[in-house]
T-cell receptor
């Protein structure tokens, strides 16, 4: 079961806009909604974006998600130091009787 | 606010079995709805979905782990459990439980909230 592809790292300075990509295939990203999770250092992952572009209550509107074809993206605008975390994309893969696939994670560093 | 809490032994011997329980508390939701998942994260690595159980007992397993897995729910205790047999050092990880919510179709759900996680180390 292959995972989704994310860049291992990303960085930006405070105030900048950063995007993190997540690529998959027609059986996962191209077929089902993508969700994003934020994992602050030493803590459990937290839901950040669901159904491609929806923000749960309490998530700042600096965070936005999008999807096109077999790729999805997470954008963070007005970067803040507290955004330094690992970000994971995930979706359901319709192959092999169905299963959840995660991206390998992107470590975001705020310079 | 819904909270999930993992519990179970932190050390397991190689070739033994790993058993974890997730207790759901707070909020209006019991495990008689939604999906309930186990996800793990080896030290310094990414997330791996282990499997999920639906509110009516249907299970969905990671095919790479399926032969060693059993996930079940106990609605009377608002708990769901993971059992993994024949463990090796490769099963050392932080194990999270999470609610899969948002749809009656598992493929449209997302994980929210997550438990804090429990570290399980496989060692002799």
């Amino acid at each position: 079961q292959s995972g989704l592809n994310q860049p291992p790292s990303a960085s930006g300075t405070p105030g900048q806009r950063v995007t993190i990509s997540c690529s998959g295939s027609s059986s996962n990203v191209g077929f089902n909604p993508v969700n994003w999770y934020q994992q602050l250092p030493g803590t459990a992952p937290k839901l950040l974006i669901y159904k491609n572009d929806q923000r749960p209550s309490g998530v700042p509107d600096r965070f936005s998600g999008s999807k096109s074809g077999t790729s999805a993206s997470l954008a963070i605008s007005g970067l803040q130091s507290e955004d330094e975390a690992e970000y994971f994309c995930a979706t359901w893969d319709a192959s092999l009787n169905g299963h959840v696939v995660f991206g390998g994670g992107t470590k975001l560093t705020v310079l | 606010q819904l909270q999930l809490q993992e519990s179970g032994p932190g050390l397991v011997k190689p070739s033994g079995s790993l058993s974890l329980t997730c207790t759901v508390s707070g909020g209006p939701t019991s495990i008689s709805g939604d999906f309930w998942a186990w996800i793990r994260q080896p030290p310094g690595r990414g997330l791996e979905w282990i499997g999920s159980v639906s509110y009516h007992g249907v299970t969905y397993y990671n095919t790479s782990l399926e032969s060693r897995l059993s996930i079940s729910g106990d609605t009377s205790k608002n708990q769901f459990s993971l059992e993994m047999t024949s463990v090796t050092a490769a099963d050392t990880a932080v194990y999270y439980c999470a609610r899969g919510t948002g749809s009656h179709f598992i493929s449209y759900t997302w994980f929210d909230p997550w438990g804090r996680g429990t570290l399980v180390v496989v060692t002799s």
